[in-house]
């Protein structure tokens, strides 16, 4: 009896970062100029600035994109998600907690800290500030 009720605390505390930390990951896209389209893993999002929120099994490409300007893409990588350490304090949930936080995708964390994204003219690209229609005479 002793030894069921072990495994079962075991196995409902295991996968903590699963439990505790399971996302979406917050990630704030600013771009100057203002009002470039974001996109994530080929999805349009919106328009920067904004808060992307990323799933934890989400590829993490982000595309920022205007017209006129280069588009900027931007792979990022996932860390080691903290609260996944938190398995090794359960001895014997470790494994077990682990491999939850791997099999659910949650074992990595993408960063949170703010992207700025500078824009630059397309290459042989010409944008008028105000175009003048000549009139026929």
């Keep these: 009896m002793k030894t069921a009720l072990m495994l079962f605390v075991c196995v409902i505390l295991s996968g903590c970062a699963t439990v ?5 990951d917050h990630v704030p896209v600013a771009s100057i100029p203002v009002g470039a389209r974001v996109f994530l893993d080929g999805r349009f999002i919106g328009n920067a600035p904004i808060t992307v929120p990323i799933r934890h099994s989400d ?6 994109e205007m017209d006129g300007k280069e588009p900027v893409t931007i792979d990022l990588d996932k860390s080691i998600n903290p609260m996944t350490g938190a398995n090794v304090l359960l001895a014997h949930g470790a494994v077990i ?10 074992i990595g964390k993408y960063p949170t800290e703010q992207i700025v994204v500078q824009l630059v003219d397309a290459k042989g690209s010409t944008i008028a500030e105000e175009v003048v229609v000549p009139t026929a005479r």
Excluded: E, K, M
């Design 59 to 64: 590829d993490g490409l982000l595309r920022i």
């Design 20 to 24: 505790f930390a399971s996302g979406p």
């Design 97 to 106: 907690g682990i491999l939850v936080d791997v099999a659910t995708g949650h």
